[in-house]
């Protein structure tokens, strides 16, 4: 790799890790390529992205952002989950290292706070944007129902009530 591209893939890192809303760091030795295959299709099916990176140009840009917290676990073959959602990158990622022992997830970045494995892992268990969208539409749209039930329980009664007295004349 020459200059040119190593300078391209730290500017690329740099925007990575500062216009993510959460960046995920683990190990990946030892998976084979459907596994990695498996894993990227994972990622892009969360609107997520699954990376491996090179140590020293992770580190440079990781510095450039000023988050060099975390400059511990990019040691050993790493790679990096990103997304814009916090919460889609460490969801896949989670999901992922339960079913595959070799994928080892070692932290992460959110926003300039760094996170160990633990915290990745509660991150992951949160509700994502759209879930919490949806709750809140469904929060909003409940009271309304409400209202629209006791506006139209009376005039049901009364309907109920006219219906029966109509009844009782049509008999007699």
């Given at each position: 790799m020459?200059?040119?591209?190593?300078?391209?893939?730290?500017?690329?890192?740099?925007?990575v890790?500062?216009?993510?809303?959460?960046?995920?760091?683990?190990?990946?030795?030892?998976?084979?390529?459907?596994?990695?295959t498996?894993?990227r299709?994972?990622?892009n099916?969360?609107g997520?992205?699954?990376?491996?990176?090179?140590?020293?140009?992770?580190?440079?840009?990781?510095?450039?952002?000023?988050?060099?917290?975390?400059?511990?676990?990019?040691?050993?073959p790493?790679?990096?989950?990103?997304?814009?959602?916090?919460?889609?990158?460490?969801?896949?990622a989670?999901?992922?290292a339960?079913t595959?022992?070799?994928?080892?997830?070692?932290?992460?970045?959110?926003?300039?706070?760094?996170?160990?494995?633990?915290?990745?892992?509660?991150?992951?268990?949160?509700?994502?944007?759209?879930?919490?969208?949806?709750?809140?539409?469904?929060?909003?749209?409940?009271?309304?129902?409400?209202?629209?039930?006791?506006?139209?329980?009376?005039?049901?009664?009364?309907?109920?009530?006219v219906?029966?007295?109509?009844?009782k004349?049509?008999?007699?």
């Open positions: 020459d200059r040119a591209q190593k300078a391209a893939q730290i500017e690329q890192l740099e925007e890790f500062g216009t993510s809303g959460s960046v995920v760091v683990a190990h990946y030795t030892g998976m084979t390529v459907a596994q990695m498996k894993l299709r994972d990622m099916a969360a997520a992205t699954f990376k491996v990176a090179k140590n020293n140009l992770a580190l440079r840009a990781l510095s450039a952002k000023g988050a060099d917290d975390v400059s511990h676990l990019f040691k050993g790493t790679g990096i989950a990103y997304a814009n959602d916090p919460v889609a990158a460490p969801k896949v989670s999901a992922f339960k595959n022992d070799k994928f080892v997830i070692l932290g992460g970045v959110f926003g300039k706070q760094a996170l160990n494995a633990d915290a990745v892992k509660a991150l992951a268990e949160l509700p994502s944007l759209d879930e919490l969208r949806a709750k809140i539409v469904g929060l909003l749209q409940a009271p309304a129902q409400r209202v629209a039930s006791v506006v139209a329980a009376p005039a049901g009664q009364l309907a109920r009530v219906a029966a007295y109509a009844r004349e049509e008999a007699a």
